[in-house]
């Protein structure tokens, strides 16, 4: 069976020689090549969802095929940057999608190069991102970018925040691009009789598995539920609060009194992530953009107002607030002459 994999594996890959055909074409014309890429991690993907027995990494397969030099650099950004939109398109699905077409508010604000801090915050929040559920508040919006080290997010030259990897390149837009008529063989490669099964049944088991887990889930929550509810059949009878504290006392039940000494000693609101040279709030240069000093002052602020917060972060807070009042005092001067 492995064998087999391997063999649908550099099937795949014709999509990749194509581009490495092209790569002088494509050296120009950046948004065709993350197109190209995104097809080609499409069928990627829909090939690993069937064929379990196997993994296969596409940033591994991307990164083997290239060679390690400006192109290959240029293709795993471009990788990269589809990162956030989902998989298993099928044939009809992708002739709509990939031709030039219009985009949705989203996905104009997703591809967006320059993103402000606001602009991140909206993205995070929207429900159609693919890690909404991990960013549910604000404060965990700008913990995670501004706070986290390692998140995976630098500065660029223009004072904004990117991933990473996509600090050299400017992408937005690519799915609005038509590809040119060169690339017409890729299209063509999806139509395959095989290669549409392939999707099809990827992307039912793709939706077989949500379902799925979405049913386990509302078991889970409802055989809860239905276990609190016996111990206390007269919430109907009580008020709110008292029904809250009861569900309270069954929680400090099941936790040994050390773990609850713990619990209440950490139980900390809103306490960023002690901060370091490698945070981005640390590292704000001077040519950043207005929105990252006023959510940075925000943070600032919080961390002053939050007794809970370390003696690190109370520093530093310090000392950004006195930069952010010298840089905008002098920034204001500036606007009056």
């Known amino acids: ?11 795949i890959n014709i999509i990749l020689e194509l581009i490495d055909k092209e790569k002088d074409f494509l050296m120009k014309n950046h948004k065709q ?65 990939f031709r030039k077409r219009e985009l949705s508010d989203f996905e ?17 929040l929207n429900e159609h991102y693919e890690y909404h559920s991990i960013y549910k508040t604000r404060f965990k919006i700008k913990n ?39 690339f017409n063989s890729v299209f063509d490669f999806y139509d395959i009789n095989e290669n549409v099964n392939i999707l099809e049944k990827s992307k039912k088991l793709k939706s077989d598995y949500i379902e799925e887990k979405k049913k386990k889930d509302e078991e889970t929550h409802s055989s809860m539920r239905n276990s609190i509810d016996k111990q206390f059949p007269t919430k109907n009878k009580k008020t ?8 309270d006392d069954i929680i400090n039940n099941m936790v040994s009194k050390k773990k609850k000494k713990a619990i209440v000693k950490h139980k900390r609101i809103n306490v960023y992530y002690t901060l370091n040279n490698y945070s981005l709030i640390y590292t704000i240069p001077e040519n950043a953009h207005n929105s990252y ?34 840089k905008f005092r002098k920034q204001k001067l500036e606007i009056l002459k």
Do not use: P
């Open 33 to 97: 090549l993350v197109k190209l890429i995104f097809l080609w991690s499409n069928l990627f993907h829909a090939y690993t969802t069937i064929h379990k027995d196997e993994y296969w990494s596409s940033r591994d397969s991307l990164e083997h095929f290239f060679d390690n030099d400006e192109f290959g650099e240029i293709c795993s950004s471009a990788h990269y940057s589809t990162s956030n939109f989902k998989k298993t398109y099928n044939s009809s699905d992708l002739k709509y999608f």
């Open 144 to 182: 995670h970018i501004l706070c986290v080290i390692g998140n995976g997010y630098d500065w660029n030259n223009d004072g904004f925040i990117c991933s990473d990897e996509n600090i050299e390149y400017d992408f937005g837009g690519w799915e609005q691009v038509e590809l040119d008529e060169r």
């Open 1 to 11: 069976m492995a064998k087999e994999t391997r063999s649908k594996q550099d099937e």
């Open 108 to 124: 104009k604000l997703l591809n967006k190069h320059n993103k402000t801090m606001y602009d991140y915050i909206d993205l995070l």
């Open 240 to 247: 709110d609060e008292e029904y809250d504290n009861y569900l």
């Open 293 to 326: 000093w006023y959510v940075c002052k925000e943070i600032a602020d919080e961390i002053l107002e939050n007794e809970s917060e370390t003696d690190r972060n109370k520093d530093f807070a310090k000392t950004f607030i006195k930069r952010f009042k010298y």
